[in-house]
């Protein structure tokens, strides 16, 4: 009889070619620093070695612990930015879904939010609301909603004109619609949206964190921080620590969505 593969196999298969890839890419690094530098002074401040990052910003505690805290407050900002931008966006969509007039009355105000440059935002939150968590968590705000938006609105209205039809030959009236029609249909590409607006809070969290110059610490300030110091090591460590917030909140929202919808899915075979 035949057997299929492993599941162990399907995982291995999956995950060992962006392992090999990063692999590759420490070598490179390597091999670049040991070409480009011929003295340590020098590879310290423009490009240390992979080890030389882990150790400077990992393994002495004092400097560990700089970092974590402020990535935490980073991370704060984020999360409630994206929170709210889920909120408001997912919001705007239901009642740009309702009809073609609020659509095209509100539609291209979130065009606008969407070519508004961070830098021009940042400063105007700050003059407007200070420096407060306030303005940090608007301008996250600002840069993360489009994508829920128009992500939101496609799939509320993919519905296929024949479901629509058999609502209204049952009866079924606009809200019924939405409910059972209309937004668990929409639910894969407003998690797309999801996942594409949560890097976008992380980057904008960062990006704001350079206009602000009292309050918490955020990530984004060690980062100018270790700029100006030419602290390139604890800079590299600083980074890969944004890269890996950003990546956990965006396998998280795929596990969600997953999850979601495969329930949605049981739901609807089981008839309730």
């Known amino acids: 009889m035949h057997r299929g593969r492993p599941a162990w196999s399907g ?3 999956k995950t060992l070619p962006p392992v090999l890839v990063l692999g590759l890419l420490i070598g490179v690094w390597y091999l670049t620093s040991k070409v480009q530098f011929d003295n340590q002074l020098s590879r310290n401040q423009f490009q240390p070695y992979p080890h030389d990052v882990v150790r400077k910003g990992f393994l002495i505690s004092r400097n ?3 970092m974590l805290r402020s990535l935490w407050q980073t991370a704060q900002v984020a999360l ?3 929170a709210l931008a889920i ?3 997912v919001f705007l969509a239901l009642l740009m879904s309702l009809a073609r007039p609020i659509e095209r009355t509100l539609y291209p105000y979130a065009v606008v939010l969407q070519t508004l440059p961070i830098v021009a935002i940042t400063p105007m939150m700050i003059i407007w609301f200070g420096s407060g968590q306030l303005s940090r968590v608007s301008v996250c705000v600002l840069i993360a909603i489009f994508p829920i938006i128009t992500n939101s609105l496609f799939g509320l209205k993919a519905a296929e004109r024949g479901q629509r039809d058999l609502f209204r030959l049952h009866g079924a009236g606009r809200a019924i619609r939405l409910v059972k029609l209309d937004v668990p249909g929409s639910l894969p ?3 797309t949206g999801f996942r594409i607006s949560s890097g976008l809070s992380v980057v904008g969290a960062i990006v704001g964190e350079f ?3 009292s309050g ?3 990530i984004g300030s060690r980062i100018q921080t270790y700029t100006v110091r030419s602290e390139t090591a604890k800079l590299m460590a600083a980074i890969s620590m944004t890269a890996v917030m950003g990546i956990v909140i965006f396998l998280f929202f795929g596990w969600l969505a997953n999850r979601v919808t495969s329930s949605w899915r049981s739901d609807s075979v089981s008839g309730r």
């Open 211 to 213: 206009f602000f110059k």
């Open 80 to 82: 409630i930015g994206l």
């Open 64 to 66: 560990l612990t700089e």
């Open 11 to 13: 995982r291995v298969s």
């Open 87 to 89: 909120a408001i966006g």
């Open 189 to 191: 590409a407003m998690f």
């Open 216 to 218: 918490a610490v955020g």
